[in-house]
């Protein structure tokens, strides 16, 4: 039988020894809430709500809604359980003797060529494939850092763990994606790169983000981009780049903490920055104003006060086709859906997904916020909806519940 979120909450407040009032006082959500879930009388809840449970049950997001955490196509060659090995690489640790140094390194351009292919797969999405070439992308990487340790093969390979914590979060593996920002900001600091290291500190709120630290997250990614603001005057596209990446990182985790003044506040600074540096693309990421506009739609829906309004206001800014990263804009579009939904435009939330689907049919399936919103729409639907259910079914989100 299918577990609902329901089950999931009931056996975890069983398991924390919680009654339903006491579980509602530390969420800040109603007891009848929690009831309906439990009693299958609802099938979800708004994303704010199931995160607030989430934080009081003392679990991640991911498990309590059931967000799959594994790629489309097994691959013979590779595949997540190969990336969490490569990631945690016995033979890196000290005091373990290991066969690892043994490995002939490719050669230096061959695989700085393949870091670039990768970082073109993560953002178009090609989860499957990414993760069966990724692996060995980063063990040909230590290898080549082992005989020619030079500071661009260095920032290559932190390029090649940030790409290793881009796709272990959005597997939802958070746990490995904080090993990999480790080795990510170990290999910038040896590439002596303080953009680089300011990327990783940018993967790195993310990660805690998605792990449930706000507070962290938010902090360390505001301390890097104040260490690393560049001259108004004199400043290079690439650190306007890195710092705006760090303004934007801090800006979720202060709307998910409710404080939206904060994430806007944030958000027209890194607007700003975008504005000086003009289209940007460095250190495996893109920065544009367009890129910094969407996140404006994106904390407009973030923490307890929800406010899909302005999230539509906000993204009458935004041109989708200046968005430059294919996952970028599918994300933006899933929020856009959300705000959609929330503010009684089923039919237009509906045909917003399907777009995202059809673009990003791989992607889509892991993420949180599609399948939430399609569990709502669901619960709601007054006749049988062919198209949504069909959704739904492709997501992994039960028609039947």
Not at 32 to 41: A, M, S, V
Not at 90 to 96: A, D, E, S, Y
Not at 328 to 334: E, G, I, L, M, Q
Request: glycine residues 6%.
């Amino acid at each position: 039988m299918e577990t609902t979120i329901g089950d999931r909450i009931r056996s975890l407040r069983e398991f924390r020894d919680l009654t339903q009032e006491e579980l509602a006082q530390r969420a800040g959500v109603s007891v009848d809430t929690i009831r309906k879930l439990e009693q299958n009388l609802r099938q979800s809840a708004r994303i704010s709500t199931l995160r607030a449970l989430a934080r009081a049950l003392d679990v991640q997001l991911e498990r309590l809604v059931g967000q799959p955490t594994v790629t489309q196509q097994l691959q013979d060659d590779g595949g997540l359980i190969a990336l969490r090995d490569a990631i945690q690489d016995i033979g890196t640790l000290p005091g373990v003797l290991s066969d690892s140094n043994l490995e002939d390194p490719p050669d230096e351009q061959v695989w700085v060529a393949s870091v670039k292919s990768a970082m073109s797969q993560y953002w178009r999405g090609e989860y499957s494939l990414l993760s069966s070439t990724l692996p060995l992308l980063l063990r040909d990487g230590r290898a080549v850092a082992r005989q020619t340790p030079t500071e661009r093969v260095w920032q290559q390979l932190s390029l090649a763990y940030q790409l290793a914590a881009c796709l272990a979060t959005q597997a939802g593996h958070p746990d490995w994606a904080y090993t990999a920002v480790e080795q990510q900001l170990t290999a910038a600091a040896r590439a002596s790169d303080p953009l680089m290291e300011g990327m990783g500190v940018s993967t790195l709120s993310w990660v805690l983000l998605r792990q449930g630290r706000w507070e962290q997250a938010h902090e360390i990614a505001v301390r890097k981009a104040e260490a690393l603001e560049p001259s108004f005057m004199r400043g290079t596209p690439a650190q306007f780049a890195v710092y705006g990446n760090l303004l934007v990182a801090a800006a979720t985790p202060a709307a998910r903490r409710d404080d939206h003044d904060r994430a806007i506040e944030l958000l027209s600074g890194a607007e700003a920055a975008a504005v000086r540096s003009g289209p940007v693309r460095a250190y495996g990421t893109a920065f544009s104003v367009a890129d910094v506009r969407t996140q404006k739609v994106n904390v407009a829906l973030a923490g307890s006060e929800n406010r899909p309004e302005q999230a539509l206001e906000f993204s009458g800014d935004v041109r989708v086709s200046e968005i430059s990263r294919p996952v970028h804009s599918a994300a933006y579009r899933v929020d856009v859906a959300q705000a959609q939904y929330q503010t009684g435009d089923s039919e237009g939330a509906l045909t917003t997904l399907l777009e995202v689907e059809a673009d990003q049919p791989e992607w889509i399936k892991l993420q949180v916020l599609a399948s939430a919103t399609v569990r709502e729409m669901l619960e709601a639907e007054r006749r049988r909806n062919t198209p949504l259910r069909g959704l739904a079914a492709r997501l992994g989100v039960d028609p039947a519940l």
